[in-house]
């Protein structure tokens, strides 16, 4: 693919993307249409076609550009903060995102949101091996969508906090939930 074959190809994606995004504001993934999407994109179908086979899978080419950005709630990790903040950076530079949290649709994400949970796991095991397997994947679950809902309304609220506040509040969150851990085993280990 020569220089001005992969100017073109990055353009006609960017096109179809925003023509998505677009759509996505009015109605959901399964209502939307390669007919609509090329109307808006100013592509031919045949064009969507070489790159996509659906609407689908447009999407699902974009959630996995910003699977980094979900899987970074991972507030669990010891640089939880930061990670957290770096995301909540990335989040708010990113229209299709933002989109997505102010319309709480959230659907198309639960490939990525399975992955934080993975990510979120392996820290609370790491940092609580003594609970039970069980007990660990229902506080990871627990904190992953607690920091996305957390994430949601900060930005449905119109951002009022500093992303810096916001990261301090998953980051506690997190923390939080690793100390209720080890009281509820302290706990156990008393009686």
């Not at 934080?116 to 990871?140: H, M």
């Amino acid at each position: 693919m020569d220089r001005a074959e992969s100017r073109r190809v990055k353009y006609t994606k960017s096109a179809l993307r925003d023509a998505l995004f677009e759509l996505l504001e009015t109605k959901s993934i399964d209502k939307i249409t390669v007919t609509e999407i090329c109307r808006l994109a100013d592509v031919h179908r045949n064009t969507f076609y070489a790159h996509y086979a659906a609407p689908e899978d447009l999407l699902r080419e974009i959630v996995e550009q910003n699977d980094a950005i979900i899987q970074g709630l991972s507030g669990l990790r010891e640089d939880g903060r930061e990670r957290v903040l770096e995301r909540l950076y990335e989040t708010t530079q990113n229209d299709f995102l933002v989109s997505t949290h102010e319309n709480n649709d959230f659907s198309f994400l639960e490939s990525a949101t399975q992955n934080a949970i993975s990510q979120n796991l392996a820290e609370l095991s790491r940092a609580c091996p003594q609970l039970n397997e069980r007990t660990r994947e229902y506080l990871a679950i627990a904190f992953t969508y607690g920091a996305g809902s957390i994430v949601s309304r900060w930005i449905q609220q119109g951002r009022k906090e500093s992303p810096e506040e916001v990261a301090d509040i998953i980051f506690s969150f997190g923390q939080g939930i690793i100390e209720a851990a080890n009281k509820m085993l302290a706990a156990k280990s008393d009686a």
